[in-house]
């Protein structure tokens, strides 16, 4: 196999959650080029089908599934209909994720409640029943989380989306340690500032271009950048790391506080 080859997924299956736009949809275009069989995964249908076109488009072939990663029974239902149409997930990217700003002090419940829900317990739902399936089949698997720097700084008004991303770190290498011996490699990847539509209002603002500044690369990272660490752990070129978070962000973490 050459080295070129280690990277393709020819004859996998990839489930990607919240891939209905931003990094989801990235990672889903980016994973069918490489040879993959792309289930996309979110609540909103019109967003999913946009994903499933532009793939098309792009020569690679997509279904869509509804699914809400804070609600276990919706889990488990996607899971069943991948079951009975003979879908076998290899690669799993637990990319859904929201925010709620707020100082602690005020922040509601509820926003807590959503934010956490999605961003953590998700992931936790989402892998446990691809890693299931893997188990019993025998063959093993690559789970990705998507993380964020912010599982390793702090910043004020995101205490919710903080504890959420600090949580799928070490998650993230719970889930390698007690999965490694079936095959199963467990990883992440932390993103620093990349526009997406969670962001993008707060990145134009003159807050937004005053942090960008402190970016050792001075500026956010374009959706492409994250292509090579996404191929890197889904593939064969990734084949001994498991436990591990991989950052990018420009430098952003090794900046001067």
Not at 168 to 187: P, S
Not at 190 to 213: H, K, R, V
Request: net charge neutral; aromatic share 6%; hydrophobic share 45%.
């Amino acid at each position: 196999m050459s080295e070129r080859d280690r990277f393709r997924l020819d004859g996998k299956t990839a489930l990607i959650t919240g891939a209905g736009s931003g990094l989801g949809r990235q990672f889903a275009m980016t994973l069918a080029t490489a040879g993959a069989t792309v289930v996309l995964a979110a609540r909103r249908a019109e967003k999913l089908e946009e994903t499933r076109s532009l793939v098309a488009k792009a020569g690679g072939e997509a279904l869509c599934v509804s699914l809400d990663v804070t609600d276990g029974a919706s889990v488990q239902q996607c899971f069943t209909e991948l079951d009975d149409a003979g879908q076998s997930i290899d690669i799993l990217v637990n990319n859904a994720g929201i925010s709620r700003t707020g100082f602690l002090a005020e922040l509601s419940e509820a926003d807590w409640d959503a934010v956490v829900d999605t961003n953590l317990k998700g992931v936790f739902l989402v892998a446990q029943a691809t890693a299931r399936r893997m188990l019993e089949r025998g063959r093993g698997g690559s789970i990705i989380n998507i993380a964020s720097i912010l599982g390793f700084r702090v910043s004020k008004t995101l205490g919710s989306y903080v504890a959420a991303k600090s949580g799928v770190v070490n998650l993230t290498k719970t889930m390698a340690l007690e999965w490694a011996r079936f095959g199963i490699r467990v990883n992440a990847i932390a993103p620093g500032y990349f526009e997406t539509e969670i962001n993008t209002g707060f990145l134009s603002s003159p807050a937004g271009q005053t942090m960008l500044q402190q970016v050792p690369l001075r500026r956010s990272g374009v959706l492409s950048e994250l292509d090579g660490p996404l191929l890197l752990l889904a593939s064969e070129a990734g084949s001994y790391m498991t436990g591990s978070t991989i950052t990018v962000d420009g430098g952003h973490l090794c900046s001067s506080l």
